[in-house]
C-alpha cells in the first residue's frame, strides 16, 4: 500500500463529515427520524400517506445542494470513471443491495454507528470489505 | 415545518458531501482501492461525521418526542439477519463498482452530469425491483 499523499485531504474531509453528523444529528432531533439516504428515497416506491412530502423534500434539499454551492465556490470537477453498462449495473447493485439491507453509507454507516447499532456495525463493515474487495478485483485482478 | 427541515437537512447533508469530496466517486474509489495509490480521506469523513453524530444521537436516544415535538422513529431491530449482510453484501459491490452511493449519486445528478443520470435511473430501478420482489413474496405467503 502506498498512501496518495497528493490527493489526501484530512482537513475538509473532517469539516465536509461534521457537516454530515450535524445535518443527521439535527434531523433526528428535529424530526426524530435516521438520515439514511436509501431508506428516505426508497420510501417514496412505497408511498404511505402524509409520508411522500418530506421524503421529496429531503431528496430536494441534496439535489439543489450544487446550486446552493455554486454561490459560495467554483464548481467542482466530478470523475466518474465507470462506463455507462457498469453505472446500469452498479445503480441496480447499489438500489437493490441498500433496501434489503436496510440502509447505505448514510443510513448504517453514519447514523447506525452514532447510535452504537450492532446491525449497523455489521452491515458497515459487510459493505466496506465488498467495496474494497470489488475495487481489488476490478483494477487489479482483472485489469492485470 | 417538518418538511422544510427535511430540505434544509438535505441541503446540508449535500453540501457536507461537496466539501469533503465525495461526491466525487473517483474519492471514493481512491479510498477503496487499498492495493493501488490510497487515499485515506472517506475514513476522516466517517470519523468528522460520527464525532458530531454521535453527541446528537446521544441527546436524541433519551427523548420520548423530537424537539418539534413528532414521533421518535429510531429502529429496534437488533438482529443481525441474512436479509442485512446479504443486502450490505450487495449494496458493497455496485458501491465498489462505480463509486457512487445513493447520498452523492443525488449531489452530482444535481450538478447535471449525464452519468450520475444513468446510474440513478438503474438505482431507482434496483429499488423498485426489491418493491416487487417483497409484494410478490407476501402474496405467495398469504397463499
Redesign the interface.
Known amino acids: ?4 499523499w497528493n ?4 482537513g ?24 439514511g ?2 431508506g428516505v ?2 420510501g417514496l ?2 408511498p404511505s400517506r402524509g409520508d411522500i ?3 421529496a ?13 455554486a454561490l459560495f465556490a467554483s ?8 462506463s ?1 453498462g ?21 443510513g ?4 447506525g ?3 452504537l ?3 449497523s456495525f ?3 463493515a ?11 478485483l ?3 485482478l482483472w485489469a492485470a | 415545518m417538518a418538511i422544510l427541515v427535511s430540505l434544509l437537512i438535505g441541503l446540508v447533508f449535500g453540501l457536507g458531501l461537496l466539501v469533503s469530496g465525495m461526491a466525487d466517486p473517483a474519492k471514493v474509489t481512491g479510498f477503496l482501492d487499498l492495493a493501488g495509490r490510497w487515499d485515506p480521506s472517506l475514513a476522516f469523513v466517517m470519523a468528522g461525521a460520527i464525532a458530531v453524530g454521535a453527541v446528537a444521537f446521544a441527546l436524541a436516544s433519551r427523548r420520548a418526542r423530537s424537539w418539534l415535538g413528532l414521533q421518535m422513529r429510531l429502529p429496534a431491530n437488533r438482529d443481525l439477519d441474512r436479509r442485512l449482510l446479504a443486502g450490505s453484501a450487495v449494496f458493497g459491490i455496485g458501491w465498489g463498482l462505480a463509486g457512487f452511493c445513493p447520498g452523492p449519486a443525488l449531489v452530482a445528478l444535481g450538478m447535471g452530469e449525464g452519468k450520475a443520470v444513468v446510474f440513478v435511473v438503474a438505482m431507482l430501478a434496483g429499488m423498485a425491483l426489491f418493491e416487487a420482489v417483497e409484494a410478490w413474496r407476501a402474496r405467495s405467503h398469504a397463499r
Open positions: 500500500m502506498t498512501i496518495a490527493e489526501f485531504t484530512p475538509a474531509a473532517a469539516a465536509g463529515g461534521a457537516l454530515i453528523g450535524l445535518s443527521a444529528g439535527l434531523f433526528v432531533l428535529l424530526n426524530g427520524r435516521i438520515a439516504i436509501s428515497l426508497g416506491l412505497r412530502a418530506w421524503r423534500a429531503f431528496v430536494a434539499g441534496l439535489v439543489a445542494a450544487p446550486l446552493a454551492w464548481p467542482l470537477q466530478l470523475h466518474i470513471d465507470a455507462p457498469m453505472l446500469v449495473l452498479a445503480g441496480l447493485l447499489v438500489g437493490f443491495g441498500t433496501r434489503l439491507g436496510s440502509g447505505c453509507t448514510s448504517h454507516g453514519v447514523c454507528i452514532s447510535r447499532s450492532p446491525r455489521a452491515a458497515t459487510c459493505f466496506m470489505a465488498m467495496g474494497f474487495l470489488t475495487v481489488w476490478v483494477r487489479h
